[in-house]
């Protein structure tokens, strides 16, 4: 792309003018066209993390929380496992999250603590995911900040949406691997697996059921 062979002069000027303009695409374009847009982001945020970008510019809240609440929606959408280019375009979007985590850690960490609380069970979920991959790849970059996520994910603990649940487990077995259920609060999220693992399929199902029921009434 353009953008890893453009001035970094020149890079650092356009840097909001290009996101808001991927922003703006990500809004006209139909989902099936979005893995392009993708992976020009994906490049883009990589090149920004390599200059500095967040470091050289005096302000980047504005276009970095556009940016968040554009691609954190389409992040949280499971990608269709029929089809390839589904995957990877939902693949590089977690990328896109690890970019901005490098450059923005404590910004994007605290977008997406925040969303655990939406109503929207799907941006919930969305957030783990994301938390998930961010646990895997960035061990390093998060090691002052396990503490704070231990803390903030406990909210979960009490959550009833079934996929959310699901998703949390993942989180916590990421975590697990990293060595964070050993820090004040693990136990709970400890504690929360043996509760999911008592829980009956059945009664699972049954409760799904009832729901489903009562919205028809």
């Known amino acids: 792309l353009m953008t890893e062979v453009m001035a970094p002069k020149k890079f650092k000027t356009r840097y909001s003018e290009i996101l808001e303009a991927y922003c703006s695409m990500y809004k006209k374009e139909e989902q099936k066209e979005h893995l392009p847009i993708a992976n020009g982001l994906c490049s883009i945020l990589k090149t920004a993390h390599r200059e500095k970008i967040a470091e050289k510019l005096e302000d980047t809240e504005k276009v970095t929380l556009n940016l968040l609440n554009t691609i954190h929606p389409l992040a949280s959408v499971a990608p269709n496992y029929d089809r390839p280019d589904s995957i990877k375009n939902h693949n590089q979007l977690k990328r896109c999250f690890e970019y901005l985590a490098m450059a923005q850690l404590k910004r994007v ?4 603590l925040q969303q655990l609380q939406n109503k929207n ?6 957030s783990l995911l994301i938390l998930r991959h961010l646990v895997n790849s960035l061990d390093r970059e998060l090691q002052g900040s396990r503490a704070l996520l231990i803390a903030n994910c406990q909210v979960v603990t009490n959550e009833n949406n079934l996929e959310v649940r699901k998703s949390f487990i993942q989180l916590i077995m990421g975590m697990a691997d990293q060595g964070y259920l050993t820090m004040e609060g693990g136990e709970k999220m400890v504690e929360f697996l043996v509760k999911q693992a008592a829980i009956s399929v059945k009664k699972e199902d049954a409760g799904d059921e009832e729901k489903k029921q009562k919205k028809k009434k």
Do not use: M, P, V, Y
């Open 109 to 112: 960490l605290a977008f997406l």
């Open 121 to 126: 069970a799907s941006l919930r979920r969305g």
